[in-house]
């Protein structure tokens, strides 16, 4: 019986998370959980599952719930929180040594100098959950450790792929929420139209992987049917292939080294299907190149980016501002900074607050042009 500790339950990974602990009622128990807020169906999850730990970001005095995400109990912590509320969750689990399944992207995205040496220092070990991450771990035969001359990261394109970026101005969030291949949360739909996600997976997998920003490329695979490739100094390239679902490398955080059956089916080699593979014209995707470049300079950067990211994102969905503003909140928030050396980690949360009341300005200057 593993014993499973997991934020953000009422998201979508969270939501997956669970439908496999019911599945597997013999092999996984709840014994923590948490989320953003106290709602009716939080109440019902803690209802059903009777977790020893339990709590609501909103009703904490800090705002976050570290102290049950890490239940004594628990043999491993999922972080499904999402946003930057997750890197607490992170830096909790890793600091106690425990092993954390990690499907919060702004961990590592605005936190990674503190994340990656603390648990170097506990020995906690980092599962990849994001789909390209695993696949990457997979193809390096679950050693994140082993020599690569490349890792390749796909991208679907999501539904505005093949348009120039300034031709998006009146696409609605109806329009952006139809991702063509994926099933997810509002943000980080938007955050796959813009390309924005992607540039956050290749900012993890340079801190998860150890492996130089120039040896990470980002290609388009419209079918999202192979999930990233792992080029080896031979010339072989490794791949790992899927229908588009989360469910594998969900289900693979909790069973490895172990692979279980799961409730997918395979993919279908009776029928003709292509594979395609198209390069990522970083013209179409301006937010892609900014986001990774805020990941390379380092420092407050990112943690900066993502906040603006964040504001942006639903001030789009919340109809304030148009599809294409988003860069222009992102832009106007970045260039206000300066890149260096990571801050202290009790700086990244105050600096995450004063870009986001930047970005919002820059929302409200926008909404009354």
Excluded at 25 to 52: G, H, M
Excluded at 66 to 85: K, L, Q, R, S, V
């Amino acid at each position: 019986m593993k014993n499973i500790a997991l934020a953000g339950c009422c998201g979508s990974i969270g939501r997956q998370v669970l439908d496999i602990v019911r599945r597997n009622p013999d092999k996984y128990r709840i014994v923590s959980l948490t989320t953003r807020r106290n709602t009716p169906e939080f109440q019902a999850l803690v209802e059903e599952f009777r977790p020893i730990c339990s709590a609501a970001e909103e009703n904490s005095p800090d705002g976050v719930a570290e102290e049950e995400f890490t239940c004594d109990e628990a043999d491993i912590c999922f972080n499904a929180a999402g946003g930057f509320a997750g890197f607490a969750y992170s830096l909790e689990a890793v600091h106690s040594g425990k092993t954390l399944a990690l499907a919060n992207k702004e961990s590592l995205v605005c936190g990674a100098d503190y994340i990656i040496p603390a648990a170097n220092w506990s020995g906690s070990e980092i599962i990849p959950v994001d789909s390209e991450h695993s696949a990457i771990w997979q193809c390096m035969h679950f050693s994140k450790s082993t020599p690569v001359k490349e890792l390749v990261l796909t991208a679907s394109g999501g539904p505005f792929r093949g348009r120039d970026f300034a031709t998006l101005e009146n696409v609605t969030p109806a329009e952006a929420l139809k991702h063509p291949t994926w099933k997810m949360g509002r943000k980080i739909t938007v955050d796959s139209a813009t390309l924005v996600n992607k540039a956050y997976e290749v900012i993890e997998a340079h801190a998860l992987f150890g492996v130089p920003y120039d040896s990470i490329k980002t290609v388009l695979q419209p079918q999202s049917v192979i999930h990233s490739l792992v080029g080896y100094e031979d010339g072989a390239y490794l791949a790992q292939m899927s229908i588009p679902s989360m469910e594998v490398p969900i289900q693979l955080a909790l069973t490895y080294p172990d692979r279980c059956p799961t409730s997918l089916t395979g993919l279908d080699f009776t029928r003709p299907f292509s594979l395609d593979f198209e390069p990522l014209n970083p013209a179409d995707y301006p937010l892609y190149s900014l986001a990774l470049a805020c990941g390379k300079a380092g420092g407050m950067l990112p943690c900066i980016f993502n906040a603006a990211d964040e504001v942006a994102v639903q001030a789009f969905l919340d109809g304030r501002i148009s599809f294409t503003d988003i860069l222009s909140v992102c832009e106007s928030v970045a260039a206000g900074y300066l890149s260096g050396p990571a801050p202290e980690e009790q700086v990244l949360p105050l600096a995450d607050a004063e870009a986001r009341a930047k970005a919002q300005e820059a929302v409200r200057r926008i909404s009354r042009a």
